[in-house]
Structures are given as structure tokens and as C-alpha cells.
């Protein structure tokens, strides 16, 4: 079975721009979350989508958001880039992101924000 | 305020001795506990996980250890092999589907 895939892998933005990225789980798994990992921050979660509805959100700006669709696919959103964004923003996937199951990671995509 | 705390930055291990990292957590209501591996330029690994309802779970070298009242777990890795250089996050189950984690602790097996 593929792994979770991400794409692209690399992006460089420029301060004011948006820039949209995509995630498509492990065939079968209905829950995507999304994931920051920052040197100082360490890795936060950003938000989960499970049948194409956001079910839990995290603690960040209305700049970030996102999307399902009906194939499970997830895409990410993020609006006028500030030098901050910069990082590597990390899906994941699990079956139907109920209590006490694994999720897998995707490779990431590595933003850089000039 | 780090709700889950990978105290040792860093690890250093001999090749075929064990390796134990350690993490804490500060939130009760945390249910269930993963560990990750993670290389430079790639997306975490999941290796072992844990239930509350449980003190220990074992998958070939690597266990992992629950200890609720003292709200702390480990990640044993017996024999530590080179391959296992990487950093290895602790990650706690909020509500929902959310993981919590630590900042991780970089792992060095020398050979």
C-alpha cells in the first residue's frame, strides 16, 4: 500500500504571497491533519479534516486553512506568507481518526519564505 | 506551556548497547502515546505505540514503557544499531485526533 504523499516537496515563496499545498493519504484513510514543524516551535498541529468536514483546529491564524475532498485528498492554504511560514508543514493520515490509532506521516513539503 | 517534555536534547549510545529516551507529560487526560523516528528532509516514522490501559508494549527492539503516575514514558531500544541515528519525538493524543509533542530527542549510535 502507498504511503501518504505530498506535494511539491520544495516551494519558495515570496513575504505577501499564498501558496497552496497538497496531501493524498494512504488509500483507504479518511482522516488528514495537518502539521508545522518550525526549529523553535517544534511540531504543532494545525488542523483535521475527516469527510471533507475540519473537525479539530489548532492554534494558529485564519491565514491557514484548508480543505477535504470527497476522495480524501487534502489540500492546505496559507495566505499572505510571512517570514514566520517558513517551514516544513507535514501531513498525516489514519483509517477515521478515532481515539487511540496511528497516524503516517507523509515526507512533508519544505517551505521557504524569502 | 509543553504539555509533552523531551528533556535530553541528545543521546549518545555504543552500537549493540541500549538506548532509552525518555519523556513527560503533563496533561491526565492523555489516552495514548506514540513514538516517532524522524530523519533530516523526511516525514516522521511511526515505530511503537501505547494505551493507557497498558504499562509496556514490545515490537522487536524497541519497547516502550508507561508509567501513569508518574506521568512519564520511555522508548528502550535493545541493541541500538547505527541505523537508529535519528530524532526520535514522543507524541501524546489530545482530544480528537490531535498529537501533542515533544521537541524530541536526537539519537547518536556509534559503531
Known amino acids: 500500500k502507498a504511503g501518504v504523499t505530498q506535494t511539491p516537496r520544495y516551494l519558495i515563496k515570496t513575504r505577501g504571497q499564498q501558496v497552496t499545498l497538497s496531501c493524498s493519504p494512504i488509500?483507504?484513510?479518511?482522516?488528514v491533519s495537518w502539521y508545522q514543524q518550525t526549529p523553535g516551535q517544534g511540531l504543532q498541529f494545525l488542523f483535521e479534516?475527516?469527510?471533507?468536514?475540519?473537525?479539530n483546529k489548532g492554534n494558529f491564524p485564519g491565514r491557514f486553512s484548508g480543505r477535504q475532498f470527497s476522495n480524501s485528498r487534502s489540500e492546505m492554504n496559507v495566505s499572505t506568507l510571512e517570514l514566520g511560514d517558513s517551514a516544513l508543514y507535514l501531513c498525516?493520515?489514519?483509517?477515521?481518526?478515532?481515539?487511540?490509532?496511528?497516524?503516517?506521516f507523509g515526507p512533508g513539503t519544505r517551505l521557504l519564505v524569502l | 506551556d509543553q504539555q509533552v517534555k523531551q528533556n535530553s536534547p541528545s543521546l549518545s549510545v555504543q552500537e549493540g548497547r541500549i538506548s532509552i529516551l525518555n519523556c513527560d507529560y503533563t496533561?491526565?487526560?492523555?489516552?495514548?502515546f506514540l513514538w516517532y523516528k524522524k530523519y533530516p528532509a523526511e516525514g516522521p516514522t511511526f515505530l511503537i505505540s501505547?494505551?493507557?490501559?497498558?504499562d509496556k508494549n514490545e515490537d522487536g527492539r524497541f519497547t516502550v514503557f508507561l508509567n501513569k503516575s508518574a506521568k512519564h514514558l520511555s522508548l528502550h531500544i535493545v541493541p541500538s544499531q547505527p541505523g537508529d541515528s535519528a530524532v526520535y519525538f514522543c507524541?501524546?493524543?489530545?482530544?480528537?485526533?490531535?498529537?501533542?509533542f515533544g521537541a524530541g530527542t536526537i539519537l547518536r549510535v556509534k559503531s
Open positions: 498525516a493520515s489514519s483509517s477515521t481518526g478515532t481515539a487511540q490509532e496511528t497516524q503516517y
Open positions: 488509500s483507504g484513510h479518511r482522516s
Open positions: 479534516y475527516f469527510s471533507e468536514t475540519q473537525r
Open positions: 496533561n491526565s487526560m492523555f489516552d495514548y
Open positions: 501505547i494505551s493507557s490501559i497498558k
Open positions: 507524541a501524546a493524543m489530545e482530544y480528537g485526533n490531535k498529537l501533542v
